[in-house]
Nanobody, 111 residues
Framework: QVQLVESGGGLVQPGGSLRLSCAASRPIFNIYSTAWYRQAPGKERELVAKISRLGSTYYPDAMKGRFTVSKNNLKNTVDLRMNDLKPEDTATYYC?????WGQGTQVTVSS
């Protein structure tokens, strides 16, 4: 069973940046598309970014501009760079490949 493990979350001040990383126990990121989702308390899970196995990216309109998804083939990770973070970005961020989900990493944006 392939496992996904997210890391890089934490507490950051508004306007700050974070880089999340999703690691897989097998090299699946070149086989399947990978997505980052987030879920805030009391809200539905929402798509943040997606990257295809070939590296094409997609961002919902609400996520364009501050989020950048990328693949690191050497490290076998898919990373999410988040800039100019706002309190409304506070959520648990999840990595997803097909039916696989990581356990999530908490991002809290607060002064």
């Amino acid at each position: 069973q392939v496992q996904l493990v997210e890391s890089g979350g934490g507490l950051v001040q508004p306007g700050g940046s974070l880089r999340l990383s999703c690691a897989a126990s097998r090299p699946i990121f070149n086989i399947y598309s990978t997505a980052w989702y987030r879920q805030a308390p009391g809200k539905e899970r929402e798509l943040v970014a997606k990257i295809s196995r070939l590296g094409s990216t997609y961002y919902p309109d609400a996520m364009k501009g501050r989020f950048t998804v990328s693949k690191n083939n050497l490290k076998n990770t898919v990373d999410l760079r988040m800039n100019d973070l706002k309190p409304e970005d506070t959520a648990t961020y999840y990595c997803n490949v097909e039916t696989l989900w990581g356990q999530g990493t908490q991002v809290t944006v607060s002064s």
